[in-house]
């Protein structure tokens, strides 16, 4: 967020159209925007201005009182991919093309709001609260579609963009309804710079990628692939279709019917009263999953994690019927409870789309799990029940009539975690 005024002028319009330090029209390859060893490609915003940014280890750090930094470049679509990391109570900012800020503050834990981390500042809500603790490493990966002006440089389309935050879709294909507080200027349609806010708090970047979009990519409602090496959520789900998963054949039943719908992952009885568990064909350790979950009310069904072809698992619940819990751990096949939380409905949207997320690290492992940023589960075991690594499932759980009750999933992403 920014309180001071903005740098207008005819002069800072005329320099933009005329392409001034402008980056090459081409698209299909990542640019590295800061090499890890110098500030090269980056000014400040303010000539002469306290300069709190520094290169070290790697990142390229800020520490208040500073400046905004300002690329070289200008740019006009594009995809993007920043880390950052901040303290408690920090702020910062970035700035699609100088004008749109992206807000970076310490968040976790608070309702979704408008000047939350993840926001544009000011202008657009994030659908959820994805933001980690202080001082963890987080990302953004966003595309940026810039308005459009007709020749005789009338603006005829608002300026969209699409944020993935920790791997949660969090603003979708939004139409920008103007400049945010802060901006460089307000030259819409035009290619502009990225700027990374530095007076308000201490914060470190690291791993700050762009990629210039030709129209058809821009115009796409996909995400390109992210370069290697940087901290990636890749969708386990397609939302198209099965591809990558498979049913186990555990004692739920038949396997249940599972589809892809319009973005969907659904699953129910088939037939009434058997269900079944679908996993990935892959198995993984260590990982980082986050997935949107909209159970019909009466339903038994499950996050499943380290799972072995027998259905054994660290069961994330989606018990969403009287008495049952989301966002528990229950040891299927190896334990029973383990913890569980009766206060989850307060974390639950009722009627909408909720976000769950789970973390499991080591062997014997931690497992953390959050329902819409509420964190419900924090359990150390203390003996190895699972094998360190299994497959990802979704349950239809056996037994009773769901009646073609629904459980479902979308915005399906992993991130295998390793030791950096």
């Known amino acids: 967020m920014r309180r001071q005024g903005m740098l207008m002028g005819m002069g800072g319009f005329i320099a933009l159209l005329l392409g001034v330090f402008a980056w090459p029209a081409t698209s299909g390859d990542w640019v590295s925007l800061f090499d890890g060893k110098s500030m090269e490609g980056w000014r400040l915003r303010h000539k002469?201005?306290?300069?709190?940014w520094k290169v070290q280890e790697g990142l390229l750090i800020n520490q208040p009182p500073s400046t905004d930094i300002v690329t070289e470049?200008?740019?006009?679509?594009?995809?993007?991919?920043v880390e950052f990391n901040l303290p408690r109570g920090s702020n910062s900012g970035v700035y699609l093309q100088g004008r749109y800020e992206i807000q970076v503050d310490d968040a976790y834990g608070r309702p979704p709001g408008r000047h939350m981390c993840g926001a544009i500042y000011g202008l657009l809500t994030p659908r959820f609260n994805a933001a980690k603790p202080a001082d963890e490493?987080?990302?953004?990966?966003?595309?940026?579609?810039?308005?459009?002006?007709?020749?005789?440089?009338?603006?005829?389309?608002k300026a969209r963009v699409?944020?993935?935050?920790?791997?949660?879709?969090?603003?979708?294909?939004?139409?920008?309804?103007?400049?945010?507080?802060?901006?460089?200027?307000?030259?819409?349609?035009?290619?502009?710079?990225?700027m990374l806010q530095g007076d308000h708090g201490p914060v470190q970047y690291r791993n700050l990628f762009l990629r210039p979009l030709t129209e058809a990519e821009a115009e796409s409602s996909e995400f390109l692939p992210l370069p290697p090496g940087v901290m990636a959520y890749k969708p386990l789900f397609d939302g198209k279709s099965l591809q990558g998963w498979q049913v186990l054949r555990t004692g739920h039943g038949t396997g249940g019917k599972w589809e892809a719908v319009e973005g969907v992952l659904q699953g129910t009885q088939d037939p009434p009263g058997n269900g079944g568990v679908l996993?990935?064909?892959?198995?993984?350790?260590?990982?980082?999953?986050?997935?949107?979950?909209?159970?019909?009310?009466?339903?038994?069904?499950?996050?499943?994690?380290?799972?072995?072809?027998?259905?054994?698992?660290?069961?994330?619940?989606?018990?969403?019927?009287?008495?049952?819990?989301?966002?528990?751990?229950y040891g299927e096949g190896c334990g029973g409870w383990l913890q569980q939380n009766r206060e989850w409905e307060k974390a639950w949207r009722k009627g909408e789309w909720n976000l769950l997320r789970a973390i499991v690290q080591g062997q014997p492992p931690r497992i953390q799990a959050w329902l819409n940023g509420q964190q419900l589960v924090d359990f150390t075991d203390t003996k190895e029940r699972l094998p360190a690594e299994g497959f990802i499932a979704v349950q239809v759980h056996g037994g009773g009539d769901w009646k073609g009750k629904l459980t479902r999933f979308r915005n399906f992403r992993l991130r295998v975690i390793e030791e950096r």
């Open 137 to 157: 490493w987080q990302t953004f990966d966003v595309k940026f579609v810039q308005a459009r002006r007709d020749a005789q440089g009338n603006l005829t389309r």
């Open 162 to 194: 699409s944020v993935i935050h920790n791997g949660v879709s969090i603003i979708t294909n939004a139409e920008l309804p103007g400049v945010t507080g802060g901006a460089l200027d307000r030259n819409e349609g035009t290619p502009g710079p990225l």
């Open 48 to 52: 002469g201005g306290p300069n709190g």
């Open 279 to 329: 996993a990935t064909t892959e198995k993984y350790g260590d990982f980082e999953v986050v997935v949107e979950i909209n159970p019909d009310w009466g339903i038994d069904s499950g996050l499943f994690l380290r799972t072995t072809e027998r259905g054994a698992c660290y069961q994330i619940t989606i018990d969403h019927r009287p008495g049952g819990q989301v966002g528990t751990l």
């Open 73 to 81: 470049a200008t740019f006009g679509d594009f995809q993007l991919h």
